[in-house]
Every structure is written in structure tokens, then in C-alpha cells.
């Protein structure tokens, strides 16, 4: 993790167009220089968070911060475009999408799994997500350096430039209009988004989607873990994709 402190430098390196997971700023911060971070912030996506005086002192220690650090990533986001575009390397291309997952535990878990499963890039969202930080690198097990990962502050677009490019968009979601996750032919370019934790897939999101899909459950619990979840559907994939007569 590496730390970027005080006001002018925190400024020009959201404007450079770093890697930044999330700026704090101590509550209470007033001036012209906080205020064209806040809106350089806006205007790139980036997540701003204020932090009582306590807080921001754990985060700061003997730095002379100014009320302002930033968190660079760990890891080199790519262009939506260029992990789509580059999926078709691939005889069958396909991606995962990661609606707002919180718990770095999770996504360290499920890009694991993702990796595992051969998945040719990963799509997350930049704004309440969880950050790619040391803990997210640690869980996956070195998954994290084999993986295209994208971040997006929008899924619609992606989406949509998905949709353009041939690919049939599967989401997994709980409704009165899913089908069980084994029904649906995985052929051809698949996108497979995966929800938030406990609201799932948003409505906007769903909407997108040419099938929803459920994993039925025999327990008295109505979901499973997100990183089982996307195991089970992704090895779906996998498994139909191997077991089809070639042409």
C-alpha cells in the first residue's frame, strides 16, 4: 500500500490519473485546495471519505498530512474495452462481473475462484466496493497477478459495449423470473455478474441481463456465500463447455 499525503499532492495525483482505491480527509477540513479535491474526486470516480479527528490520526500517524491522504492500489486497472476486446484471445470468451461486492474477504476469495475457472477478466465497480488492497492479494492467493481486472464506476456501459460485442449477459439473482443455473446454455461469449453481499445484483443492473439465474437450495439458509456462489456457476460453465460435441 503505498500512502499519498497532503493537499497539493493528493490534488495532482488525482488529477495525473493515479490508481487511487479511496481518499480520507479528516472531518471538518475547510479551504480552496479541499475543495478542488473534492471535485477532481468526482469528476475521476474516486471515493472520498471523512474521518473523525481519531480515525484520521491512526491513518496519518507522524505525517504531516494536511487532513488529506490518499491509498493507492496495488494493482494496474485496465480499460473496460481492452479486457473485452482482448477476452476474444479466447475460443469461448468470458467475463465476470462484480456488482458492488463490499467484503474484501469475498473478493479476495472470488477472484480466486475466478482464476481458477479460467475466466478471461474480471469487471468490478469503483464506487462501494470493496478496495484491490494487501488483504484482497493475500486471499486470493496470487490469483490477483494472473487476473485483467477492470473497474467501472457505471456497469451499464460495460454492459452494453458487452452486448455489442456478441456477449449473452447472465446475472445471479434471487426473482420470481430466475431459472436454475444449470438450465441456460453457457455457449458462446458469457458476461456472469454477481452481487452485492446482501442485496445482490442492482435493479438497474438486472435489467440488462438476458437470464437470471438461482442456485436452488435444500437447507433451511436461501443463499450461499458469494464466493461458493460464483464457484458453482462458473464451474457450470466450465463443465457444459467440456462436455459439448465439438462441431
Not at 494493482?75 to 467475463?95: A, H, V
Not at 465497480?125 to 485483467?148: C, D
Not at 438476458?210 to 464457484?231: C, H, R
Amino acid at each position: 500500500m503505498e500512502i499519498i499525503y497532503g493537499r497539493k499532492p493528493v490534488l495532482e495525483a488525482i488529477n495525473a490519473g493515479e490508481e487511487i482505491e479511496v481518499i480520507y480527509v479528516a472531518y471538518g477540513q475547510r479551504g480552496e485546495a479541499i475543495n478542488r479535491i473534492f471535485t477532481a474526486a468526482k469528476k475521476n470516480n474516486l471515493k472520498i471519505t471523512q474521518l473523525s479527528s481519531k480515525k484520521f490520526k491512526h491513518f496519518a500517524g507522524n505525517l504531516n498530512a494536511q487532513g488529506v491522504i490518499a491509498i493507492k492500489s496495488l494493482y494496474k486497472f485496465i480499460d473496460y474495452r481492452e479486457l473485452i476486446d482482448g477476452s476474444f484471445k479466447s475460443k469461448e470468451p468470458l467475463i465476470l462481473i462484480l456488482d458492488t461486492l463490499q467484503d474484501t474477504h469475498n473478493l479476495g476469495a472470488v477472484l480466486r475462484t475466478a482464476e481458477c475457472a479460467g475466466v478471461d477478466g474480471v469487471i468490478i465497480t469503483s464506487n462501494n466496493s470493496a478496495p484491490v488492497n494487501e488483504t484482497v492479494a493475500k486471499i486470493s492467493a496470487g490469483a490477483l497477478s494472473h487476473l485483467k481486472i477492470s473497474r467501472a464506476a457505471n456497469l451499464i456501459q460495460p454492459i452494453k459495449y458487452l452486448k455489442e460485442k456478441g456477449f449473452w449477459i447472465v446475472g445471479a439473482h434471487l426473482t420470481d423470473k430466475s431459472v436454475n443455473y444449470d438450465s441456460v446454455d453457457y455457449s458462446g461469449p458469457i458476461a456472469l455478474i454477481m452481487g452485492n453481499e446482501e442485496k445482490g445484483i442492482r435493479r438497474l443492473v438486472a435489467e440488462e441481463c438476458d437470464f437470471l439465474v438461482q442456485i436452488p437450495m435444500k437447507g433451511k439458509i436461501d443463499s450461499l456465500n458469494v464466493s461458493v456462489a460464483t464457484g458453482v456457476i462458473l464451474f457450470e460453465i466450465n463443465r457444459q463447455r467440456s462436455t459439448k460435441q465439438p462441431d
